[in-house]
């Protein structure tokens, strides 16, 4: 007996080499199902591809203008100025185009997260088994280093945009999948049983009175989703993404501390802008909660 714990403290990853088999298990995907991933990985890169076209051939003002719209719209006229004011200071220090190749990459990894997160976050709000089977999961998602997944990402994929956003997919479903799934159990019983009362079926049920009830807790799912899309985005430049995030490793790599507060900046405008817009959709249109800038 003490031979064995000698031996296992001496050298303990001879008894769990949780690693090589992490390495195997990959390595045996990339063996056995290297045409799927090369499917999955045009998919995504075409599909990330013509929402960065879209937003880049759009003219400046355009944008600009889209964005003061929907801030008078969403929340008030002083966010609308900061707004102005936030491109404008983008525009100004020459960051257009990179930020713009960011909320490509974040919009296209947001809408990939919520296609897979709000259908599981509505199963696990129907199933107690797949709820308790899902949270860890969950938990093991949110509290992964981000850094790790980009390891698998670039070994599946390749470098590029599309490692970088399915990378950012793996970080950033999770609140979309615990939101809808919180928003939806919250639901008052009462509200659901009036509805079976009126004949609704499951689906009805569901469309008609769960999801328009539970929608502020689907949309702070979005929003979160979004912030930490941004987050990872940005990390993600570490295999090829693109975008601000390239500048920021950039500045890193120079000890350019100039060019990384110029695309920090960037960074934070932009994140301040999606964050207060996809907030506002769980309120009423200028709500008073919304007019703090």
Excluded at 1 to 16: E, G, R, S, T, V
Excluded at 96 to 120: E, F, K, M
Aim: glycine residues 10%.
């Amino acid at each position: 007996m003490n031979d064995f714990w000698q031996k296992f403290i001496a050298n303990p990853h001879d008894f769990l080499p949780i690693g090589e088999w992490v390495n195997d298990f990959i390595h045996f995907l990339l063996d056995n199902n290297g045409g799927a991933f090369d499917a999955i990985g045009k998919t995504v890169d075409l599909f990330a591809e013509n929402v960065e076209v879209a937003l880049l051939s759009l003219p400046v003002w355009l944008v600009i203008g889209f964005f003061c719209a929907l801030g008078i719209w969403r929340l008030t006229w002083r966010f609308s100025l900061f707004v102005l004011a936030a491109f404008a200071l983008i525009l100004g220090t020459g960051f257009w185009a990179q930020t713009i190749a960011t909320l490509a990459l974040t919009l296209s990894a947001t809408i990939i997260s919520l296609l897979l997160g709000v259908p599981v976050g509505i199963w696990c709000a129907r199933s107690r088994r797949v709820n308790t089977l899902v949270r860890p999961v969950l938990d093991f998602m949110q509290t992964m280093p981000a850094f790790v997944y980009l390891i698998p990402a670039a070994m599946f994929f390749g470098l590029g945009r599309v490692p970088g956003i399915l990378a950012t997919v793996v970080f950033a479903v999770p609140p979309a999948v615990r939101l809808t799934s919180l928003g939806i159990r919250q639901v008052n019983k009462e509200q659901v049983e009036a509805g079976h009362a009126f004949g609704c079926t499951p689906t009805q049920l569901l469309f008609k009175v769960q999801l328009p009830i539970a929608l502020p807790a689907i949309m702070a799912g979005v929003n979160q989703t979004i912030m930490m899309a941004l987050s990872m985005v940005i990390i993600a430049s570490m295999v090829g993404a693109g975008g601000l995030g390239n500048d920021v490793l950039a500045s890193i790599q120079r000890l350019d501390v100039g060019l990384g507060f110029e695309s920090g900046l960037a960074v934070v405008l932009l994140a301040i802008i999606l964050d207060r817009l996809t907030e506002s959709f769980g309120r009423g249109p200028s709500s008073p909660q919304g007019g703090g800038h």
